[in-house]
C-alpha cells in the first residue's frame, strides 16, 4: 500500500485543541484536542454516544463549543483559527463531509448534484463544461469512476458513496470526513473505498473516518482516536494495535465473547417452499425463497439492501403475502398472513426499524410492553386495561432485560437505541416464540448492548426456538448462525453451514458472483 | 442567532399552563383592535367579562353556548388523536339536528323517556354515518379527509336548506324556511328555571368523561393513541389501523351530531340554516386548546363560548363589532400553538459571531 514517506512529520491540517461541548448536564465531548497531519487517515473510533458525532458536528459548524477552538490549515499549510458555528466557513476552509445518510437528489443527474449549490444564484446558464472537465481530472486523479451524466437514482449505493466523496473534492476538500461509511457497502465494495482513500491521501488529502467496526478501522487507518463517554481515551498508532486492544479501550472493559454452544437441532419448525413475494411498497422483490429452520437453530440471511431481504422479512412479519409458494409453521401451513395472524402461529418479530416499526415513541413504556398482546386476557378485561397488571408487568420485564433510563411511566421516545431495543426483545422474547425473527437486531447498538442481544438470541436458540436472522454485520452473522444464505436480486442462494463461510466468501454472493467453495480466496 | 433547543421532558405543569397563558395573552392582545377602534379599554374589558361571567343570567348564557363546543371539541379531539382530520363537525352537527327534528317532530308518538333518547340517538347516528363517508373513503382510496370532511359540510347545510323550504317546511312559519317544533316529550329539560341551559350540557360533561376514560382505560383508546402516533408500528404489532380509523370516525361523528340534538331539542325547538354559528369549525380551536384532551375540552368549550358571550355584551356596550369575539379566539389558537412549541423545545439566543476561546 502507498503511504507517504515519513507521513507523521507532515505538517498539520487540522488542529482540534481542548473543545468541550455540553448540552444541560450531559458533558457530549469533554476537553477533546486532536491534531491531524497531512495525507493521514485518523479512524475516530467509539461506542454510540461516545461523542465522535458531536465532535464532527462542532468541527463543521452545526454545534457552538462551549470551550475550545479549531485551527484549519489553509491554503499555505499555516494553520488559522476556523470561526465557529458556520457551516460555510468550514467549506471554505477546506473541510468536506459525507455523512452516513446520504444527502443527494435522485431525480437529478450526477454532475447537477456535485455541483449544486456551487454556482450563483445570479447565473442564467450552468458551465457544465468547465464542471466536466475539471470532474473528469479529479476522476483520473482519485479514481473515483462513475458515470456523471447518469441519475443519481440508478446509481448503486457505492456509486452514490463516490459521487458524495466527488463532491467533497470538487468543492476543494482537503480534509474529508466520513461518517461511518462502510455500513451501506458490501465487503468488497468497503475494500474499494480503502484503496480510493489511500489513492487519495497519498496526493495530500487528510482523512477523518468514523466507526466502530475495529477491522476496518485497523485496515484503513495510519492512527486511531478512541473516544469514550466524551472523552480521548487513547491515541493509537494503527500499527501497534490490535482488535481486543481497541475493543477494550472503546468500551472500556473487557468485552465477553457470547457463548454458543453446539447441539443438534430438532424438528422443522419453519418452512417456506419457493415463496415469491412483493414488498410493503407492493413491488416485487422476493422470487425465489426457500427454507426450512428447525428447533435450536438459527439461520442468518446476508445481502446487500434491496435485494429482496426487506419482503422476505414483511412476509414473516405478516405484513405482506406471499403470491406463490407456501409457508408453513411446524407443518401447519399458514393461509391468513396479518401479523396478529403470524403472532398466534408463534412467531416473534424483531423489526429491522426500531423507532418506525418497534415502538410507539410517545406511549410509555408499559404501554410499548403490551403493544402486541393488548387485546389477550392477560392485558384487558371487557375492553377495559389492566394498568396494574401490565404496570407490574413492565417492571418485572425491565428487570430482567436490564433497561436502562426509565420505568414503566416513561414515555419510550426517551430512551437510548440500546435500551429501546431490549423493550422490544423483552416483548417478543417474554412470551418464548416458537419462531423469532430478528431483522438487524444489533443495528447502532453499542458494544455492551450487542453483546446482550446476541446472548438472548443463544439462549433462546439453545431453549429451543427457531430463529431467522438478518444482518448487515457479517461477522455477527457468521458467529450467531448455523447456517447462511445470501439474498441476491430477490433470490435466496443456496444455504450453507456457517462454518464453511468466511465473510469474503459472502461478500462475493451478495455481489451476485460465484463462490464455489472450491475456488474461493 | 435564535435556536430552538428540544426539552428533554416537559412537564405536567406546562402541559396546563400554556394554553393558560395563551388564553390570557390572546384576550390582551384584543387591545390592540379595541384601541384601534376608539373604545375605552377599562369598559370594554368590564363590559366582556361581566357579559359572560358576571351575574347568573350571563354565566347562563356562556354555559348555553358552551354545551354544543363541548361536543364538537370532542368530536375533533378523538378524531385528532388518531390523525384522522375531521373538519366536518359543523356539517355532522347539522346532519344530527336534522334528524332530531325529522323524528322528533311528531312522527313518533312516545312519552319522553323514550323519545328523548331515540332522537339523541338518532342524530348521533346521523353525524356518525356522516363521517363515515370522507373515513371510509380515505381508507379506501386516501382521499385527504380534510377536503372531504369541509366540502360535505356545504352539501349538507344546502341539503338542510332544500329540506327546510320543501318537506320539512313548517306550514305555520309564515313562510320562514324553518322546521316544525320539536314536540314536548322530545324536548331536553331546562337545567336552571327562567335560562337557556338545558339537559345537554349534562350529556356534554358525561360525554368528557365518558372520553376521558375511554382514551385512557380501554383497549379502544389504548389503539387509538398508538395508531395516532405511530401508526406502521401499531400495524407491526398487529392492529388493524382500518378498524380503528373507521371507529374513531364514528365515534367523532356521533359526537358532533349529538350536538346538533342538543341545539334543536334543547335551545332552538326547530331547525333553521343558521342553527350553529360555526360551532363544528369553534371545535377545532376548543381541541387544540385542549391539547387533544377530553377533559381539558370542557375547560377551553368555557373560555371560547365566554369569548364569543362576553364579545357580544361588549359589542353593545361600547359599539365595536362583534367579530372581536373571532379575533380573540383565532389568536388563542395561534398563542396555544406557538406555547405548544415552547414546552417541547427552549429557545437559546446566540450571538451569531459569539467567540469561543
Known amino acids: 500500500m502507498p503511504e507517504l514517506p515519513a507521513h507523521n512529520h507532515a505538517p498539520f491540517a487540522l488542529s482540534i485543541a481542548g473543545v468541550t461541548k455540553r448540552f444541560g448536564p450531559l458533558v457530549a465531548n469533554d476537553a477533546i484536542s486532536l491534531d491531524l497531519r497531512r495525507g493521514e487517515i485518523l479512524a475516530l473510533l467509539g461506542e454510540n454516544g461516545a461523542g465522535k458525532t458531536t465532535l464532527m458536528s462542532v468541527l463543521f459548524g452545526h454545534y457552538l463549543a462551549d470551550e475550545g477552538a479549531i485551527?484549519?490549515?489553509?491554503?499555505?499549510?499555516?494553520?488559522?483559527?476556523?470561526?465557529?458555528?458556520?457551516?460555510?466557513?468550514?467549506?471554505?476552509?477546506?473541510?468536506?463531509?459525507?455523512?452516513?445518510?446520504?444527502?443527494?437528489?435522485?431525480?437529478?443527474s450526477v454532475l447537477d448534484n456535485i455541483t449544486l449549490g456551487t454556482e450563483s444564484l445570479w447565473q442564467f446558464w450552468k458551465n457544465d463544461r468547465t464542471a466536466m472537465a475539471r470532474l473528469k481530472e479529479l476522476q483520473r486523479t482519485s479514481g473515483l469512476h462513475v458515470d456523471l451524466?447518469?441519475?443519481?437514482?440508478?446509481?448503486?449505493?457505492?456509486?452514490?458513496?463516490?459521487?458524495?466523496?466527488?463532491?467533497?473534492?470538487?468543492?476543494?476538500?482537503?480534509?474529508?470526513?466520513l461518517d461511518e461509511p462502510t455500513a451501506v457497502l458490501t465487503p468488497q465494495e468497503s475494500d474499494a473505498l480503502f484503496a480510493t482513500l489511500k489513492r487519495l491521501t497519498a496526493t495530500g488529502l487528510s482523512v477523518i473516518f468514523i466507526s466502530h467496526k475495529l477491522n476496518e478501522v485497523l485496515a484503513v487507518a495510519d492512527r486511531v482516536a478512541v473516544l469514550r463517554g466524551g472523552r480521548k481515551v487513547a491515541e493509537i498508532d494503527a500499527k501497534s494495535a490490535n482488535r481486543a486492544l481497541l475493543a477494550e479501550t472503546m468500551v472500556g472493559t473487557a468485552v465477553q465473547p457470547s457463548v454458543r454452544r453446539a447441539h443438534e437441532p430438532g424438528a422443522t419448525i419453519i418452512e417456506l417452499k419457493d415463496v415469491r413475494a412483493p414488498d410493503p411498497r407492493g413491488?416485487?422483490?422476493?422470487?425465489?425463497?426457500?427454507?426450512?429452520?428447525?428447533?435450536?437453530?438459527?439461520?442468518g440471511i446476508a445481502g446487500v439492501a434491496g435485494n429482496g431481504q426487506s419482503a422476505l422479512a414483511a412476509l414473516v412479519c405478516g405484513l405482506v403475502a406471499p403470491t406463490e409458494g407456501s409457508v408453513s409453521i411446524q407443518g401447519e401451513t399458514v393461509s391468513r398472513f396479518s401479523p396478529r395472524d403470524l403472532m398466534q402461529s408463534g412467531i416473534g418479530r424483531i423489526p429491522e426499524d426500531r423507532h418506525h416499526d418497534g415502538v410507539v415513541g410517545t406511549m410509555k413504556l408499559w404501554e410499548n410492553l403490551a403493544l402486541e398482546d393488548i387485546r389477550s386476557s392477560e392485558c384487558q378485561q371487557a375492553g377495559l386495561l389492566r394498568r396494574g397488571a401490565l404496570k407490574d408487568r413492565a417492571r418485572a420485564a425491565i428487570k430482567t432485560f436490564d433497561v436502562r433510563g426509565g420505568g414503566p411511566e416513561t414515555e419510550a421516545r426517551l430512551l437510548s437505541g440500546g435500551n429501546m431495543q431490549k423493550v422490544i426483545l423483552a416483548r417478543v422474547l417474554d412470551r418464548e416464540p416458537r419462531v423469532i425473527l430478528a431483522n438487524q437486531p444489533t443495528r447502532g447498538l453499542d458494544v455492551g448492548a450487542v453483546s446482550f442481544v446476541h446472548q438472548r438470541l443463544l439462549d433462546a436458540r439453545a431453549k429451543g426456538a427457531a430463529i431467522l436472522l438478518m444482518s448487515e454485520d457479517l461477522d455477527e452473522l457468521l458467529a450467531l448462525s448455523d447456517r447462511v444464505g445470501v439474498m441476491y436480486r430477490g433470490t435466496l442462494s443456496t444455504i450453507r453451514p456457517a462454518g464453511e463461510m468466511t465473510v469474503r466468501r459472502l461478500g462475493l454472493l451478495m455481489a451476485g458472483q460465484n463462490a464455489d467453495l472450491g475456488d474461493a480466496a | 442567532m435564535i435556536r430552538l433547543?428540544?426539552?428533554?421532558?416537559?412537564?405536567?405543569?406546562?402541559?396546563?399552563?400554556?394554553?393558560?397563558v395563551a388564553a390570557v395573552v390572546a384576550l390582551a392582545l384584543a387591545a390592540i383592535p379595541l384601541l384601534v377602534a376608539g373604545a375605552p379599554l377599562g369598559k370594554s374589558y368590564a363590559a366582556m367579562f361581566g357579559g359572560a361571567l358576571g351575574s347568573q343570567f350571563a354565566l347562563a348564557e356562556t354555559l348555553t353556548r358552551t354545551t354544543p363546543l363541548i361536543l364538537t371539541g370532542l368530536a375533533v379531539a378523538v378524531a385528532f388523536r388518531a390523525r384522522l382530520w375531521n373538519i366536518g363537525a359543523e356539517g355532522q352537527l347539522y346532519a344530527g339536528a336534522l334528524a332530531a327534528v325529522v323524528l322528533g317532530s311528531g312522527a313518533i308518538d312516545a312519552p319522553s323517556w323514550i323519545l328523548v333518547p331515540t332522537l339523541l340517538l338518532a342524530g348521533a347516528t346521523a353525524g356518525a354515518l356522516l363521517m363515515a363517508i370522507p373515513t371510509a373513503l380515505k381508507l379506501r382510496f386516501s382521499v385527504d379527509e380534510v377536503v372531504t370532511s369541509l366540502l360535505l359540510n356545504f352539501v349538507v347545510l344546502l341539503f338542510v336548506s332544500m329540506m327546510l323550504e320543501g318537506p320539512l317546511k313548517d306550514p305555520m312559519s309564515l313562510g320562514w324556511p324553518q322546521s316544525e317544533s320539536i314536540v314536548d316529550a322530545g324536548t331536553l329539560p331546562a337545567l336552571i328555571a327562567r335560562t337557556r341551559v338545558h339537559a345537554g350540557l349534562i350529556i356534554a360533561l358525561a360525554m368528557a368523561v365518558i372520553m376521558q376514560v375511554i382514551m385512557s382505560r380501554t383497549v379502544w383508546g389504548f389503539e387509538i393513541r398508538a395508531v395516532g402516533s405511530n401508526p406502521s408500528a401499531a400495524r407491526f404489532?398487529?392492529?388493524?389501523?382500518?378498524t380503528v380509523m373507521l371507529r374513531v370516525g364514528l365515534v367523532s361523528g356521533a359526537l358532533a351530531g349529538l350536538a346538533g340534538v342538543g341545539e334543536v331539542a334543547g335551545l332552538k325547538g326547530y331547525l333553521t340554516h343558521d342553527l350553529s354559528p360555526g360551532f363544528g369549525y369553534s371545535g377545532i380551536v376548543v381541541a387544540m386548546l385542549a391539547g387533544l384532551h377530553p377533559l381539558g375540552v370542557v375547560a377551553s368549550a368555557f373560555f371560547v363560548a365566554a369569548v364569543f358571550v362576553g364579545a357580544d355584551s361588549m359589542s353593545r356596550a361600547v359599539g365595536v363589532p362583534s367579530y372581536i369575539a373571532n379575533l380573540t379566539v383565532a389568536v388563542a389558537l395561534l398563542a396555544v400553538l406557538v406555547g405548544g412549541v415552547l414546552t417541547r423545545y427552549r429557545i437559546r439566543l446566540q450571538k451569531p459571531g459569539a467567540r469561543i476561546v
Open chain 1, 71 to 108: 485551527f484549519v490549515a489553509d491554503g499555505e499549510g499555516s494553520l488559522a483559527p476556523l470561526p465557529p458555528g458556520s457551516p460555510k466557513a468550514a467549506l471554505a476552509a477546506g473541510i468536506g463531509m459525507v455523512h452516513q445518510h446520504f444527502t443527494l437528489a435522485d431525480n437529478l
Open chain 1, 283 to 299: 413491488r416485487q422483490a422476493l422470487e425465489s425463497a426457500s427454507f426450512a429452520i428447525r428447533a435450536g437453530e438459527i439461520l
Open chain 1, 149 to 177: 451524466d447518469a441519475r443519481v437514482g440508478r446509481l448503486s449505493v457505492g456509486e452514490r458513496q463516490r459521487v458524495e466523496i466527488l463532491k467533497a473534492l470538487y468543492r476543494g476538500a482537503r480534509i474529508l470526513i
Open chain 2, 5 to 20: 433547543e428540544p426539552r428533554q421532558e416537559y412537564s405536567w405543569l406546562m402541559a396546563v399552563a400554556a394554553p393558560v
Open chain 2, 237 to 242: 404489532a398487529g392492529m388493524s389501523t382500518t
